[in-house]
């Protein structure tokens, strides 16, 4: 996911099995820092989006814990 605030960076997360982290990385593919989501956990995370949030005119990360690989989930 590009970063709207930080023209070249871009944003991901790992799948099931890690902490609630998110990582920042460049073009080339270094890192620009892992970052934790407090209050989160991080059962298994499908997806990464940018929209808007509780301050106007702020753009804030979202991520989808939406992943039941086992269909266990409800």
């Known amino acids: 996911m590009a970063s709207r605030s930080t023209p070249g960076a871009y944003w991901t ?23 934790r989501v407090t209050g989160a956990q991080a059962i298994d995370w499908e997806d990464i989006s940018i929209g808007p ?13 939406i992943g039941d690989n086992n269909a266990t989930r409800s």
């Open 13 to 35: 997360h790992n799948d099931s099995g890690d902490g609630p982290l998110i990582y920042a990385f460049n073009a080339s593919g270094a890192s620009l820092g892992v970052f």
């Open 53 to 65: 949030g509780p301050a106007r005119g702020k753009s804030y990360l979202y991520v989808g814990d």
